[in-house]
């Protein structure tokens, strides 16, 4: 399994979201944490080294990250987190109260829609989606342009699409479920949020997935 | 097709108001005067509030509302970026800043979730709209305001007819600003109404409409005798006249047929557009009442392979006036250069504002000019089939 150099080391990667973010990487999580009710169940997919959890911690302690990143999960491990390795596209996703996904929902193109949807066939509450929509792959700056584009090296696909505003917007407004959406941490984001449709007398789902 | 301009938002006149204007004009009396306390009082009797005020215009009414409210310059005053112009206008005209949050996509409202980040030390009122007529959540409005001891204003110059479990639209916020505009639920041609429970607010507001004078110097002319007035605040000119209030004295007395007849053409239009691909109007939450005052659809180029305005210019050519409603607030030149508001801050009232469009609807509409709407809807996607299909035959 092949990623780009952000993902072959945990330190890298927070790196990398601290320059793509100059320097404050946490408001944008702070955004989806404030999105999330106290006490609430979530599952976050493709946490990478788990930003939201930072957020969470005291808020949240049902928390559980997924990630297809081994790397990654070994990290998250070690830092105690309920942490799993996770690929989206074939593993279903444990039911929880929300669940979420930050900066990943364009490696799914064209299916981001499917996505969406097994998210919301699994959140009791909601689905919150968090993205960016002025991707750094189309920086001014050549260094940010590297960034953009090694963050979009996952499983050796080099992703070539990018969400633009219209095109998240579009996306969003044409599936089932859309509650709200607002431009996150410095506008280069925008978070969305969808309905649940997970039953919500079904019981809460297992801290340790029977796959993982 | 039709042969003749359906012109969107034609009011309707009866021959009652036409003899009441004319009523008026021989009477020698077509200032403010007795038509225009009459009209006060049967649409406070419509609503319920404890007071209501005549104006010359819903932006009068916000902007006197405003004023006394006591808001000042350097405030801040929230309130949805989906709106006509005239409520951030009002906010500014007292020298505050009008703060925007964004709608939720589906009632077009101002999302009431998103209110709390925006308020800081300097907020002193939310001014919600009804927007279309849906009643915003009142409940969680009168909550916030109660939590950050903000002033509740609100913009119903399209919901006279609204009602929600808290109360009726104008009996529930500290002041409620409505319209009597050429194309509203009720038509005075132009004119506005403030409904409010507090007597000193009501009291200011009418001296602060006729120039500052004291009470009642409309009455200095009358057959009561000439009396002196004082000039208690540089006031604004106002005040609703006779001549308006002769329409709104008859207009008021349709409002619950009226609305019947905007409910039979909202549901006319649900379904015979509901297998077409635009988006409808959301449902209406329960224990409400929309006042039904305009149908909006949302005209998406990915579905319809027309722009907007290119989907308005078709229904023009079939004859069909519509309207935008609107484009919001924050985009137009004055609050994105002076006030800095930039495009992407409220991704949800900018969707909206690039895709909605109101059809016709109104009790002047009889059953052949709803079906005619509905055709030239329908007749827009025929052509556009075909010619997508021509166009695929010549490619292949």
């Known amino acids: 399994m092949r990623f780009g150099f952000l993902y072959q080391h945990p330190w890298i990667y927070d790196l990398a979201l601290y320059g793509l973010y100059h320097g404050d990487p946490h408001a944008r999580f702070k955004q989806v944490a404030n999105e999330i009710p106290k006490g609430a169940s979530v599952v976050d997919l493709c946490a990478g080294t788990s930003f939201l959890f930072r957020q969470l911690q005291e808020k949240c302690p049902n928390y559980q990250a997924f990630d297809i990143n081994p790397r990654l999960v070994?990290?998250?491990?070690?830092?105690?987190?309920?942490?799993?390795?996770?690929?989206?596209?074939?593993?279903?996703?444990?039911?929880?109260?929300?669940?979420?996904?930050?900066?990943?929902?364009?490696?799914?193109?064209?299916?981001?829609?499917?996505?969406?949807?097994?998210?919301?066939?699994?959140a009791r509450e909601k689905v919150i989606v968090l993205e960016p929509v002025h991707n750094a792959k189309n920086s001014r700056f050549a260094f940010m342009r590297l960034l953009g584009a090694q963050a979009g090296i996952v499983d050796g696909k080099i992703n070539e699409f990018y969400f633009s505003p219209d095109a998240f917007q579009d996306l969003i407004h044409h599936t089932s479920g859309f509650q709200k959406v607002a431009p996150a941490g410095d506008g280069r984001d925008m978070l969305a949020i969808f309905d649940g449709h997970a039953s919500t007398t079904s019981e809460p789902s297992p801290q340790t997935p029977a796959y993982s | 097709?039709?042969?003749?301009?359906?012109?969107?938002?034609?009011?309707?006149?009866?021959?009652?108001?036409?003899?009441?204007?004319?009523?008026?004009?021989?009477?020698?009396?077509?200032?403010?005067?007795?038509?225009?306390?009459?009209?006060?009082?049967?649409?406070?009797?419509?609503?319920?509030?404890?007071?209501?005020?005549?104006?010359?215009?819903?932006?009068?009414?916000?902007?006197?509302?405003?004023?006394?409210?006591?808001?000042?310059?350097?405030?801040?005053?929230?309130?949805?970026?989906?709106?006509?112009?005239?409520?951030?206008?009002?906010?500014?005209?007292?020298?505050?800043?009008?703060?925007?949050?964004?709608?939720?996509p589906k009632t077009l409202n101002i999302d009431p979730d998103q209110i709390e980040c925006a308020i800081t030390d300097k907020t002193r009122a939310i001014i919600p709209v009804h927007f279309a007529g849906r009643p915003c959540d009142m409940q969680k409005l009168t909550a916030l305001a109660k939590k950050h001891n903000l002033?509740?204003?609100?913009?119903?110059?399209?919901?006279?007819?609204?009602?929600?479990?808290?109360?009726?639209?104008?009996?529930?916020?500290?002041?409620?600003?409505?319209s009597f505009y050429v194309t509203k639920n009720i038509t005075t041609a132009e004119g506005g109404m403030i409904t409010t429970n507090n007597a000193e607010w009501a009291e200011k507001l009418k001296i602060y409409a006729l120039h500052g004078l004291s009470h009642d110097a409309w009455k200095r002319y009358s057959d009561s005798g000439f009396k002196h007035y004082e000039v208690q605040f540089p006031g604004f000119k106002y005040n609703m006249t006779d001549l308006q209030a002769s329409l709104g004295l008859h207009q008021i007395k349709r409002v619950d047929k009226n609305l019947k007849r905007r409910e039979s053409i909202w549901r006319r239009y649900d379904e015979a557009f509901q297998n077409l691909p635009i988006k409808i109007p959301a449902p209406t939450s329960a224990n409400t009442i929309h006042a039904r005052h305009l149908y909006t659809i949302l005209i998406d180029v990915k579905e319809t392979k027309l722009e907007r305005d290119a989907f308005q210019h078709e229904l023009f050519k079939r004859n069909i006036g519509t309207g935008i409603h609107y484009t919001s607030v924050h985009l137009q030149p004055y609050y994105r250069d002076v006030l800095n508001y930039q495009p992407g801050q409220f991704p949800a009232a900018e969707y909206i504002s690039d895709r909605t469009l109101s059809l016709p609807l109104g009790p002047s509409m009889n059953d052949q000019d709803v079906e005619d709407v509905i055709e030239a809807v329908h007749d827009i996607f025929k052509t556009r089939a075909s010619v997508n299909s021509v166009q695929v035959e010549i490619e292949t």
């Open chain 2, 1 to 104: 097709m039709r042969e003749d301009f359906l012109v969107f938002g034609r009011p309707q006149i009866e021959e009652d108001e036409i003899a009441e204007v004319v009523a008026t004009l021989r009477s020698g009396w077509i200032g403010t005067g007795p038509k225009t306390t009459a009209f006060e009082e049967a649409f406070r009797t419509l609503i319920g509030a404890k007071y209501a005020i005549s104006v010359g215009s819903c932006t009068a009414a916000l902007h006197l509302s405003m004023l006394v409210s006591g808001i000042k310059p350097g405030d801040e005053v929230i309130t949805t970026p989906m709106t006509f112009c005239a409520t951030a206008n009002a906010i500014t005209h007292v020298g505050a800043k009008p703060i925007f949050v964004d709608i939720n």
């Open chain 2, 151 to 178: 002033m509740l204003i609100e913009d119903a110059a399209h919901a006279i007819e609204s009602d929600t479990p808290q109360g009726k639209i104008g009996t529930i916020g500290d002041l409620t600003c409505f």
């Open chain 1, 74 to 122: 070994k990290h998250l491990q070690k830092r105690g987190i309920n942490a799993h390795s996770f690929d989206v596209r074939t593993d279903a996703i444990p039911q929880a109260d929300v669940v979420t996904m930050c900066s990943s929902l364009y490696h799914f193109h064209p299916n981001c829609k499917d996505i969406i949807q097994q998210m919301q066939n699994s």
